[in-house]
């Protein structure tokens, strides 16, 4: 695998790309580290993209956490406008199972509603917030991970422990696209 794309470079492309998709994604955010990409998303209105370095407080469904591993995982987060239809987050775990699926061909299967599983382990979780209108959509995808804290040992896989060398700017790039498609079911 190539250097990886250092995080102060990750705006300018993110940018380019979210261009790209009409009126979903106006703003980007690229932090070095921060609690939460969820509550930065948030206050950031709909049409924002916050991704970061290191997220020291993620979070998953039901009150869990997501653990960060630093430099290895990526987490990010896309504030769009509140939806009604419950089923979402099987609708964007299916999606980024898709796009994702370029990567890892036929290996990735959606275990509902909103986690993603190589080898029956988790791979990737997507979280959705909704208030006042606003649906934050969270995604964790665990991308070059070798190691893990005891309690997620033989839980959780990475891209890389499946055989996928990736940079976290190119997975970022190929999950973005399907979750905004699938949020507005195109």
Same mark, same amino acid.
């Given at each position: 695998?190539?250097?990886?794309?250092?995080?102060?470079?990750?705006?300018?492309?993110?940018?380019?790309?979210?261009?790209?998709?009409?009126?979903?994604?106006?703003?980007?955010?690229?932090?070095?580290?921060?609690?939460?990409?969820?509550?930065?998303?948030?206050?950031?209105?709909?049409?924002?993209?916050?991704?970061?370095?290191?997220?020291?407080?993620?979070?998953?469904?039901?009150?869990?956490?997501?653990?960060?591993?630093?430099?290895?995982?990526?987490?990010?987060?896309?504030?769009?406008?509140?939806?009604?239809?419950?089923?979402?987050?099987?609708?964007?775990?299916?999606?980024?199972?898709?796009?994702?699926?370029?990567?890892?061909?036929?290996?990735?299967?959606? *275990?509902?509603?909103?986690?993603?599983?190589?080898?029956?382990? *988790?791979?990737?979780?997507?979280?959705?917030?909704?208030?006042?209108?606003?649906?934050?959509?969270?995604?964790?995808?665990?991308?070059?991970?070798?190691?893990?804290?005891?309690?997620?040992?033989?839980?959780?896989?990475?891209?890389?422990?499946?055989?996928?060398?990736?940079?976290?700017?190119?997975?970022?790039?190929?999950?973005?696209?399907?979750?905004?498609?699938?949020?507005?079911?195109?």
């Amino acid at each position: 695998m190539a250097a990886p794309v250092p995080l102060h470079a990750w705006a300018d492309r993110l940018e380019a790309m979210c261009a790209t998709m009409p009126d979903a994604l106006h703003a980007v955010r690229v932090v070095a580290e921060i609690d939460s990409t969820q509550d930065l998303a948030r206050s950031c209105g709909a049409g924002t993209l916050v991704t970061t370095g290191r997220q020291r407080a993620g979070r998953g469904q039901r009150g869990n956490e997501w653990a960060d591993t630093g430099e290895e995982g990526l987490a990010f987060s896309v504030c769009l406008a509140a939806t009604d239809r419950p089923e979402q987050s099987l609708v964007l775990a299916k999606a980024l199972s898709e796009a994702l699926g370029s990567l890892l061909p036929g290996r990735i299967v959606v *275990k509902p509603p909103n986690d993603l599983l190589v080898d029956g382990r *988790k791979l990737a979780g997507v979280l959705i917030e909704q208030a006042d209108g606003l649906a934050v959509i969270g995604i964790g995808i665990n991308v070059g991970q070798r190691t893990w804290p005891e309690e997620l040992e033989g839980h959780a896989i990475s891209l890389a422990e499946a055989g996928v060398e990736v940079d976290r700017l190119v997975v970022l790039e190929t999950a973005l696209p399907a979750v905004v498609a699938a949020w507005w079911g195109d």
